[in-house]
């Protein structure tokens, strides 16, 4: 695994207002949109995974990318997001939300039929589209507090404190099921 703090030395870091990390073809204006593949609209391609070449940034935004990598990885990529916030800087993370994927695919009482198609449904949910590591509120909270963010506070789709931060999503949603949201939003300070 990688040290974070041995990272940060050796990037040659520029400092930045707005990072749109995994931006892939979605583009935000106003914003450095960072991909690992240099998609249309990518400012910056570079491997997150391997540090961020940025300082004193405001906010950085990811929608939708962190299941895309692996959960050690993302520990390192959320001290990194740490160490590239200014203080008072906010990271928002939106990404499928683990506990309404149980709660909507997983039933205790399943026909033999049901059983099979459930079992193919949670697999999609957890292995399809690339996914490596689907988090929970619980999950992520604790992540993001031992990457050193202080506060950390669930957020609706759309919705923020910050106006910056507002309207940000475009990933398609699902009705909520039994209380839970089809999309984990927080925001981390």
């Known amino acids: 695994m ?3 703090l041995r990272l940060a030395s050796r990037i040659e870091a520029e400092p930045t207002e707005r ?3 995994g931006s892939g073809s979605v583009a935000l204006p106003g914003w450095i949109n960072i991909d690992n593949q240099p998609y249309p609209g ?3 391609v570079v491997d997150v995974t391997q540090g961020l070449p940025f300082r ?5 935004f990811a929608e939708h990318f962190i299941e895309h990598i692996r ?3 993302a520990r390192v990529l959320l001290a990194e997001c740490r160490r ?3 203080d008072g800087g906010v990271l928002r993370l939106s990404t499928p939300n683990l506990d309404w994927v149980w709660a909507s695919h997983y039933r205790t009482v399943l026909t033999p039929d049901l059983e099979v198609l459930a079992c193919f449904a949670m697999n999609r949910a957890f292995r399809g589209w ?3 590591f689907l988090w929970n509120l619980a999950t992520l909270s604790a992540a993001l507090h031992d990457a050193g963010f202080k506060r950390v ?3 609706e789709y759309g919705q923020s404190e910050h106006a910056e931060l507002r309207g940000l999503e475009q990933h398609e949603t699902n009705e909520d099921y039994e209380g839970h949201s089809h999309i984990l939003i927080v925001e981390a300070s």
Do not use: M, N, S, T
Not at 56 to 60: C, E, L, N, S
């Open 2 to 4: 990688i040290d974070p």
């Open 19 to 21: 990072l749109h990390l």
């Open 42 to 44: 990518v400012d910056r």
């Open 56 to 60: 004193d940034a405001r906010f950085i």
């Open 71 to 73: 959960y050690e990885d």
């Open 84 to 86: 590239v916030l200014r």
């Open 130 to 132: 690339g996914h490596q």
């Open 153 to 155: 506070v669930r957020c």
